[in-house]
């Protein structure tokens, strides 16, 4: 199983970038997706995570409060990969990102990075003021 992100910069305040995930060795619908970040001395946020595409229930996606109206979280299944495309970027956005995937997590615990089981090595975003 290999996850590879891709897509980090250094960007101005205000500006976008789209982060990919590009996975191999599974069925990305089977899996919920969480992107994540860590900030120099902070601990390991969710910024974004769906839940898996079971055909049954609804795929839902969670925000952290800061990411709300301005990142969206979507999925290609055919290209085994997920974006996360982040607009009015801010400096207090800057950390390194990184996805994961994990099985079986409820809604509640879809956030925490102990629920998941395969990760990126992750890519940085830094924004400048």
């Known amino acids: 199983v290999q996850l590879v992100e891709s897509g980090g910069g250094l960007v101005q305040a205000g500006g976008s970038l789209r982060l990919s995930c590009t996975t191999s060795?599974?069925?990305?619908?089977?899996?919920?997706i969480g992107w994540f970040r860590q900030a120099p001395g902070k601990e390991r946020e969710g910024v974004s995570c769906?839940?898996?595409?079971?055909?049954?229930?609804?795929?839902?996606?969670y925000y952290v409060d800061s990411a709300k109206g301005r990142f969206t979280i979507s999925r290609d299944s055919a290209k085994n990969t997920v974006y996360l495309q982040m607009n009015s970027l801010k400096p207090e956005d800057t950390a390194i990102y990184s996805c994961?995937?994990?099985?079986?997590?409820?809604?509640?615990?879809?956030?925490?990075?102990?629920?998941?089981?395969?990760w990126g090595q992750g890519t940085q975003v830094t924004v400048s003021s």
């Open positions: 769906i839940n898996r595409n079971d055909g049954i229930n609804d795929v839902l996606a």
């Open positions: 994961a995937m994990g099985s079986r997590i409820i809604w509640s615990n879809l956030a925490l990075p102990s629920s998941y089981t395969y």
């Open positions: 060795g599974l069925t990305l619908d089977n899996y919920a």
